[in-house]
């Protein structure tokens, strides 16, 4: 990791990085936030919920549990069912055998589909960031459950998991900007242990202009 330069290494990594973080979040959840209320009303019209989506706790920086803020996109409980319901036991199977994620998921309601699409659905992770508890850019926050299974599945990949855990999580990283869902864990974790090694402002920065892009086309998206 290059030193010496307020835009590379530990100094931007731990200070500048939290300060361009809330900064920026802070002037997108005003741009966003009409969005935020067409979305709501859209979710409230679609199916019945809550509008913010019912899931466990994600894996943050140092292994610490956080709350992640994403539209409903799915059915009610729709993460315990997958686990638990005998109606979708061969999905769960299929759901971790491909990396846990799924093309062609019934538990994703109409208007849910579109909201993942274009990553609509993580706009609320905006007061993740203003919080503390994650970045704008980051490596992708895992499910407790799904991080252990994965590194049964790819054992190799456990020192890159203990290196993509010493930052915080991001609402966009270099993975998503790589190839999103298209990509396996044991790839996905590589690139994200990449970029934990080459953090500076100026790779944090493309990553950001490169997002809109790929939420507009929707690219890799499941």
Not at 8 to 17: A, S, V
Not at 115 to 139: A, F
Not at 161 to 186: A, H, M
Not at 211 to 218: A, F, R, V
Request: glycine residues 6%; aromatic residues 12%.
């Amino acid at each position: 990791m290059k030193q010496g330069n307020l835009f590379f290494g530990k100094t931007y990594n731990r200070t500048l990085k939290r300060w361009f973080d809330f900064f920026l979040a802070s002037v997108l959840f005003i741009l966003f936030f009409p969005i935020c209320l067409l979305t709501a009303l859209a979710i409230k019209l679609d199916s019945q919920g809550p509008i913010l989506a019912d899931v466990p706790k994600r894996v943050g920086e140092k292994g610490k549990l956080f709350t992640m803020y994403k539209f409903r996109s799915m059915i009610v409980n729709a993460h315990y069912l997958l686990r638990t319901d005998q109606r979708f036991k061969k999905l769960f199977q299929e759901y971790k055998k491909s990396s846990y994620k799924l093309k062609k998921d019934p538990r994703i309601t109409k208007i849910g589909r579109f909201l993942r699409k274009h990553s609509i659905d993580e706009i609320p992770q905006l007061i993740n960031v203003l919080k503390g508890e994650m970045s704008l850019v980051g490596p992708r926050a895992y499910y407790p459950d799904e991080l252990v299974n994965q590194q049964k599945e790819y054992p190799q990949t456990r020192s890159l998991v203990k290196k993509v855990l010493s930052v915080k999580p991001g609402i966009t990283g270099l993975w998503q900007v790589t190839g999103r869902s298209e990509i396996n864990f044991d790839k996905r974790i590589a690139i994200d242990a990449k970029y934990v090694d080459n953090i500076s402002f100026f790779e944090d920065l493309k990553i950001i202009l490169k997002t809109p892009l790929i939420m507009i086309s929707g690219k890799g998206a499941v």
